[in-house]
């Protein structure tokens, strides 16, 4: 781009005045005359937009904005506060001041802007993660890379794998793709995600990932998953990338590994199939830092089937036997336990889709029906401690395994019996009543329409309540999106609706410290 040098008036005005105010095409300069020379900036402090030609000018160069301190040096722009502040070249001729107002050329701006990105991770400053990928797209650069930037860069922040940061962000994403009609609600989902990424990534202290390779099969990743060997699983993995394998290679191998178990509460297939959809926004380069983190959430997630509550979730996977064609229907699994659940789950193994529609429309009508005093009772133990996620997961867990046993059809059995496992779960903390008339939904459309634009202005503090919220929405949207006459689709509805007007009690402190207190007690 080429320069364009603009006059600012003469060097003697200057200097009488001290600092002056430059005007051109839409942007405001400020020019300052020093002991050391004649400096130009931005008059808008970057902060909150304060004119920094009120500011305070030391010996040093430095400008301090009196709104709220923030300093900047004029010779480069730096500050130890957060954004740079722009600074013009500055030219005397004749004795007139001259400023080159022309804008650095694109790549120069966007590799500005992904650099401060890097930087304001490290504040966590949402106002800045904002501006400085505004400023990546008014560049000319691609504001997802922002995201591809945050999972890169906080990697080695995630002691135990991947958390809902990462595997919400395809539904962050698909909400900006597909209901945001301004910039600033193009914005919103990609300074979600970031802020998310960030806060989960406060954690332990950094544990980089294993940089061997190794010779890679399915077979040994599967293996290595199994025995928890996080070092190995992440050499196979990379050996794989080396070999030039993509996430569709991978995607089959990773799903075996998270359905290998009741497990997680859900998690690993959640994250195996929101890693896909993410991947679809983030293209390829965000493979190896996803896969990695996915791989390291599966080596580590609990096992639930060893558990008393599921010990019969193994056994019946091993009598899972197709001949068995009894009809099934979500009633059929109403206020169910574990135990019971299964063994109905077994007798319609044979009909794989009116089953999945059964379970899920139990899963439904569990959370429509969901006891709303206990999430709010504080004399719970930790093992009957019930909340709204208890049943959300149902759902969410719901869709994944049903878009993963789609592709691999081997999966179903495990899949629709972890699913009898969710429903059996929740049937103690359910309420019955005529709820799906009172919280019913007319217009499918227009009430998920309608949700969904809300996430854009939620007033939500915690990251994660959000994240599942966005999680749960997209869900029953794709489920009535793929089976739109079912009859569910009134029960998920009216769920959804239900929990949005009665939304989770986030902390529940009390509840935290009351079973504290009873545990120290029965000490020994």
Known sequence: MPDQWVSAGSLEELAEKGRKLLRHEGKQVALFHTPEGVFACNNRCPHEGYPLMEGTLDQ???????????????????????????????????????????????????????????????????????????????????????????????????????????????????????????????????????????????????????????????????????????????????????????WDELEPVLARAAFAHYADFGHSAI????????????????????????????????????????????????????????????????KLPVKRALERALASAGRREELYRALLGAAAWNMLHFDLSLERRTDLNPADSKSWLSFTHAITFANAGRVLAERQPGLWPAFLLQLACFVGRNADAVKPGNLEQEWGVADAEAFLNETFKSYFDHGVAEPIVTAHLVKLTTAVSEEIEAAPEAPLRGTLLAALNRLLKNPPRRPQVLRLATQAVAFVEQEG
């Open 60 to 246: 040093d160069c430095r400008l301090t904005c009196n709104w709220h301190a923030w300093r900047f040096d004029l010779k480069d722009g730096s500050t130890e506060e957060g954004d740079k502040v722009r600074v013009y070249p500055v030219e005397l001729r004749a004795g007139e001041v001259f400023v080159d107002v022309s804008d650095p050329p694109p790549e120069a701006r966007i590799a500005e802007a992904e650099a401060n990105l890097k930087d304001s991770l490290k504040r966590r400053d949402r106002g800045r993660l904002a501006r400085e990928l505004a400023r990546l797209e008014k560049a000319g650069g691609n504001p997802l890379e922002g995201v591809g930037i945050a999972v890169r860069e906080t990697l080695a922040n995630y002691p135990y794998g991947m958390t809902h940061a990462q595997g919400a962000a395809a539904d962050w994403l698909g909400l900006r793709a597909r209901h945001a009609d301004t910039p600033a609600e193009r914005l919103v989902p990609l300074v979600e995600v970031i802020d998310h990424i960030i806060d989960d990534g406060l954690g332990e202290g950094p544990k980089p990932f294993d940089e061997g390779r190794a010779p890679y099969s399915p077979e040994a990743l599967e293996a290595a998953i199994e025995e928890s060997d996080e070092a190995l699983t992440t050499r196979l993995l990379r050996g794989a990338l080396d070999q030039g394998l993509g």
């Open 271 to 334: 994250y195996v199939y929101k890693t896909g959809e993410l991947l679809k926004h983030l293209g390829e380069d965000a493979l190896e830092p996803l896969v990695l983190l996915l791989a390291r959430s599966l080596c580590e997630n609990w096992r639930e089937d060893l558990i008393p509550e599921f010990r019969r979730y193994r056994p019946s996977l091993e009598a899972w036997d197709e001949s068995n064609d009894a009809p099934a229907a979500p009633e059929d699994f109403r």
